[in-house]
Nanobody
Framework: QLQASGGGSVQAGGSLRLSCAGS????????VGWFRQAPGKEREFVAA????????HYADSVKGRFTISRDNTKNTVYLQMSSLKPEDTAVYYC????????????????????WGQGTQVTVSS
């Protein structure tokens, strides 16, 4: 199971840190991704991290502003969001899955089997 938390309301330019807590003894074997869905829009990829934390990947829209990281001793993946913009307003979801051989990070929604419940991020101008 995945539990996303840390959302809230901030002004443009502010920061938030989201957390995705995983249960189970094998969480450190899972690649994790963050996605978001704004009202009336499709869910989109935000960032992904490999099981070890050694490889990360970002959507162009958040590159340089968001940082994904993980602490496998705490079974938690983080999304540090800085320089937030009103267009970052969305429900943020974390997802996890085992990668196929040769795959390090997962960026496609359909490739994730396990999802958290979402946390709302609202950025006001």
């Amino acid at each position: 199971q995945l539990q996303a938390s840390g959302g809230g309301s901030v002004q443009a330019g502010g920061s938030l840190r989201l957390s995705c807590a995983g249960s189970g003894r094998t969480f450190d074997s899972y690649a994790v991704g963050w996605f978001r869905q704004a009202p009336g829009k499709e869910r989109e990829f935000v960032a992904a991290i490999s099981w070890s934390g050694g490889t990360t990947h970002y959507a162009d829209s958040v590159k340089g502003r968001f940082t994904i990281s993980r602490d496998n001793t705490k079974n938690t993946v983080y999304l540090q969001m800085s320089s937030l913009k009103p267009e970052d307003t969305a429900v943020y979801y974390c997802a996890a899955d085992i990668t196929l051989p040769g795959v390090v990070v997962i960026t496609r929604i359909t490739d994730y089997d396990y999802w958290g419940q979402g946390t709302q991020v609202t950025v006001s101008s």
